[in-house]
T-cell receptor, first 113, second 114 residues
């Protein structure tokens, strides 16, 4: 399967700071990238869909000013959690696709103190 | 509104036996279905998928069955191995403006005992 990387794998930050998470498709060009959030013992919740060169489409209830998504190229998308608060602590996972199959990154564990 | 449901939170199977994981959906617009395997603190790994024009797809030890009239799909793993122990998610996507977006079930924890 295709390889998707995420960086960093783990980040701890202070409340009020911003955190950027990178998602890269390493061996294919992804027309679409997705950002998910997973709460403990819960399923994956889609946050937004990102197409290269256009604005991200956010799911209902997801604050676009809070979670900034940039899809600069066919192999890179970034999620910036702005002014992070403890309730933003979660496991964030990106995925990339060319077709209907999404390939997922390893995830980023964000802890906001 | 849970459009994709995995009603069994967990399943325990003996090594070498068959594991059957089930998934039900309610949205008749779904036309593509996928199974992913996930370990804790890792991203999901794609296993197998099936289009709504088929009723079966096989890949090695993994077979997915789709019953459109019942809006039900299942993943069969045979023979099961201890390394298969993980959380299994089924996911579905629809075409049109929702192309590529996946809706996930809640997951089933599979434990394969040696």
């Amino acid at each position: 399967g295709a390889v998707v990387s995420q960086h960093p794998s783990r980040v701890i930050c202070k409340s009020g700071t911003s955190v950027k998470i990178e998602c890269r498709s390493l061996d294919f060009q992804a027309t679409t990238m997705f950002w998910y959030r997973q709460f403990p013992k819960k399923s994956l919740m889609l946050m937004a869909t990102s197409n290269e060169g256009s604005k991200a489409t956010y799911e209902q209830g997801v604050e676009k000013d809070k979670f900034l998504i940039n899809h600069a190229s066919l192999t890179l998308s970034t999620l910036t959690v702005t002014s992070a608060h403890p309730e933003d602590s979660s496991f964030y996972i990106c995925s990339a696709s060319q077709t209907e199959i999404q390939f997922f990154g390893p995830g980023t564990r964000l802890t906001v103190l | 509104d849970q459009q994709v449901k995995q009603n069994s939170p967990s399943l325990s199977v003996q090594e070498g036996r068959i594991s059957i994981l089930n998934c039900d959906y309610t949205n008749s617009m779904f036309d593509y279905f996928l199974w992913y395997k996930k370990y804790p603190a890792e991203g999901p790994t794609f296993l197998i998928s099936i289009s709504s024009i088929k009723d079966k797809n096989e890949d090695g030890r993994f077979t997915v069955f789709l019953n459109k009239s019942a809006k039900h799909l299942s993943l069969h793993i045979v023979p099961s191995q201890p390394g298969d122990s993980a959380v299994y998610f089924c996911a579905a996507s629809a075409g049109g403006t929702s192309y590529g977006k996946l809706t996930f079930g809640q997951g089933t924890i599979l434990t394969v005992h040696p």
